[in-house]
């Protein structure tokens, strides 16, 4: 598989439509730097958003794997299986997040019982959480999901951040 080919082709789609990078990004939620990193080669879209260009540019999956058009429609089978695929990645991506949540619900109750047995103010806490938060919606706007997911990342950080230092100087 040919990044630089498949991204020279996706750039070539995205011409015909006539449409900017950035007009891109907004119709397909995503970031101009996703769309830009797709389009030089350097990333490739993720299974469920290839499927996503596929549709949009009208053009088999297939064609985008390969970099070129092809003459044929593209397979159904294909394309369920494509989708099928996905759906199992976007599974797996929620199990692994509902255990990092469970995880951090079980850490948190027991530093807040810790904190209130030896009477302790639950700042750290706070401050925990917020970092966590910002990190998850940080990690998720990398991923190219939502690039106001960048914005709440940050005002997360901030108020952890804000949190801490009001806990140090008190």
């Given amino acids: 598989?040919?990044?630089?080919?498949?991204?020279?082709?996706?750039?070539?789609?995205?011409?015909?439509?006539?449409?900017?990078?950035?007009?891109?990004?907004?119709?397909l939620?995503?970031?101009n730097r996703s769309v830009?990193?797709?389009?030089?080669?350097?990333?490739l879209p993720d299974l469920s958003?290839?499927?996503i260009l596929a549709e949009y540019y009208d053009v088999d999956v297939r064609e985008i794997i390969d970099g070129k058009?092809?003459?044929?429609?593209?397979?159904?089978?294909?394309k369920e299986t494509l989708e099928k695929v996905a759906s199992y990645n976007e599974m797996l991506n929620l199990k692994s997040m509902r255990k990092g949540i469970i995880?951090?619900?079980?850490?948190?109750?027991?530093?807040?019982?810790?904190?209130?047995?030896?009477?302790?103010?639950?700042?750290?806490?706070v401050s925990m959480i917020c970092a966590y938060n910002g990190a998850s919606f940080i990690s998720k706007a990398r991923e190219g999901k939502d690039k106001s997911d960048y914005i709440t990342g940050s005002i997360?950080?901030?108020?952890?951040?804000?949190?801490t230092v009001a806990f140090i100087l008190k």
């Fill in 1 to 27: 598989m040919d990044q630089m080919k498949i991204g020279s082709f996706l750039k070539e789609l995205r011409k015909e439509k006539g449409m900017t990078q950035e007009q891109l990004a907004e119709q």
């Fill in 49 to 51: 958003m290839l499927i």
């Fill in 36 to 43: 830009s990193r797709w389009e030089t080669g350097n990333n």
């Fill in 156 to 163: 997360f950080f901030v108020a952890m951040l804000i949190n």
């Fill in 103 to 125: 995880t951090m619900c079980i850490v948190f109750i027991i530093m807040v019982i810790i904190s209130a047995w030896k009477e302790l103010s639950p700042a750290p806490l």
């Fill in 29 to 31: 939620n995503t970031s």
């Fill in 69 to 78: 058009r092809k003459s044929e429609n593209m397979n159904e089978e294909v």
